[in-house]
Structures are given as structure tokens and as C-alpha cells.
């Protein structure tokens, strides 16, 4: 599932092609994705608009247009944005075709349709409803060791959860929560109440730097993910834990274990973390 690093590096990929363009086309397969097909408001905002802005929130894709609509775009499980030539031949799972005035086109791919593909008229667009309830972005300002510490204060919550509840933080996923726990040296399992100033001073910080690293390596391929061009990532060359169980720790040489929190898999070091 692409986290907040890919959709990041999916956002930089496709802003060049799409800033400035005119939409002249908006098709669909016709199968359902996480919503119905924005149909009538395409019809009314997306045909002959021009994209202004390509910004991301959380995990979801924000294109602006000049008339004040919004294409907002989640990749969900499987999701796959690219820019191709309109000639291409479709791809089996192809379900939204956005013909540009550049002779270019993009295409949203989502084999497991949890993705969303919305418009929202100008009236929606200053609140977007996708957004809602959301945290700070990891990357931003608001996300301080003061506002996680407040955040996790008198909860019992294993700390790895606190951090991917998107009410608190959005973007951080199963990966990259692994990731930022062994680099903070804070056990996922510690009750988020427990945790000292110092300790979210940790996690804030290597959140911040792992995320980071994952957009400046192109995000991490675990299964199918690419950026805009069909080019897969590298993160996953630099992982310490995710996906590491039974092997050697890469800072002490203790063995990786697994378990389930949540109901995900989670890695971590029982001598690098406490
Ligand atoms: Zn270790």
C-alpha cells in the first residue's frame, strides 16, 4: 500500500506534466471505485479547465483548477497514476483516462478499485470532505515532540498505533512506523502514555528524517508500487526492520522479530529499542 513518501514522489513526478495543461477529456471504465464516478462534475468543472496546482494532503493527490474545482485522487491499495501518450494501448485495471491539451494523458490503474478518483465543485473545494478529521502533516510545522506528547498523553495505545492513527498524524504507515520506531530506539509496543518528552522528541525527528529519506529514494517497492513514470522505488534497499524478521540487526547484529499490533506486522530490534 503506497504510504505518504510514495504518493509524495508520485506528486513530483506528475506536477510538470500536468501543471498548466487543459483537461479536454475525462473517461471512465465504468467499475466502481471507493466512490461513484464524480460524472455530472466532470461535465460541469473538469472538461476545459486548467491545472493550477498539484498538491498533496496526506495520501490523497489535490489537482486545483482555474474555475476553483478539485480532482482529489487516492491511491488506496493499488492504486497507479501515469502519464503516458493517449495512444498507449490500455492496461487491464485502467479506470480513468484524463486527456490534456499537451497530447498527454493520465491514467489512474487500480487493480483492487480501493482508490478514489473525486471532483469537487468550487462551493466543496475550500473542505474538501476526503480531508476532514485529519492530523498534522509529519512533514510540517504543527507536527512537534510537545504536540505527539500531548497527543499520547494518559493513552495505553501501543505507541506505533498512536502514530499510524491519521486523526493524530496522517501518512505514517506500516512501514515507515516500523521504520521511525527502531530509529527513535522506542519499542512499538510502548504504551504512547509512557513515553517521556525526549522519547517524542525522538520519534518526531527520525519520523521527519525517515520520510524523507524514503521521498529522496523514490519510495519503497514492497510489492507493485512505481512513481509517475513506471519506475519502481529504492527505500526498500535502506530498510532496518520492515520485512526483516529473523535477520541480523543492522546496528547490533540482535535478531529482527515480528509481531501483529493492530493487526499489522510490525519489526523491530529487542536490544536497539526500549
Ligand atoms: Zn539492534
Redesign the pocket.
Known amino acids: 500500500m503506497p504510504e505518504l513518501p510514495e504518493v509524495e514522489v508520485v506528486r513530483l513526478g506528475l506536477a510538470p506534466h500536468l501543471l498548466g495543461r487543459k483537461i479536454v477529456a475525462i473517461t471512465h471504465s465504468g467499475k466502481k471505485l471507493r466512490s461513484p464516478f464524480p460524472r455530472a462534475a466532470i461535465a460541469r468543472w473538469g472538461i476545459g479547465a486548467t491545472v493550477v496546482a498539484v498538491a498533496r494532503r496526506a495520501k490523497y493527490l489535490l489537482l486545483s483548477l482555474d474555475n476553483g474545482g478539485l480532482i482529489v485522487v487516492h491511491l488506496g491499495m493499488s492504486g497507479r497514476l501515469c502519464v503516458t501518450n493517449p495512444g498507449e494501448p490500455l492496461r487491464s485495471h485502467d479506470h480513468v483516462r484524463l486527456r490534456l491539451d499537451a497530447g498527454l494523458e493520465l491514467r489512474f490503474n487500480d487493480a483492487r478499485r480501493f482508490g478514489l478518483f473525486d471532483l469537487l465543485p468550487p462551493g466543496e473545494a475550500g473542505n474538501p470532505k476526503w480531508l476532514r478529521d485529519l492530523g498534522p502533516e509529519p512533514l510540517g510545522p504543527e507536527f512537534t515532540a510537545a504536540f505527539l506528547h500531548a497527543k499520547a498523553q494518559g493513552k495505553k495505545t501501543p505507541i506505533k498505533n498512536l502514530l499510524m492513527d491519521n486523526r493524530v498524524v496522517v501518512g505514517i504507515g506500516n512501514i515507515y512506523a516500523s521504520e521511525s520506531l527502531?530509529a527513535a530506539r522506542v519499542l512499538p509496543t510502548k504504551p504512547a502514555g509512557t513515553l517521556s518528552l525526549a522519547a517524542c522528541q525522538r520519534i518526531v525527528a527520525n519520523s521527519r528524517q525517515v520520510l524523507g529519506q524514503a521521498i529522496a529514494a523514490g519510495g519503497t517497492t514492497i510489492s507493485d508500487f512505481a512513481n509517475a513514470s513506471g519506475e519502481a522505488g529504492y527505500f526498500q534497499l535502506q530498510l532496518m526492520v520492515y520485512d526483516r524478521a529473523g535477520q541480523p540487526?543492522?546496528?547490533?547484529?540482535?535478531t529482527?522479530r515480528k509481531i501483529v499490533l493492530g493487526g499489522r506486522s510490525t519489526f523491530f530490534?529487542?536490544?536497539?529499542?526500549r
Do not use: E, K, L, T
Open positions: 527502531f540487526c543492522r546496528v547490533c547484529g540482535a529482527i530490534c529487542p536490544r536497539c529499542q
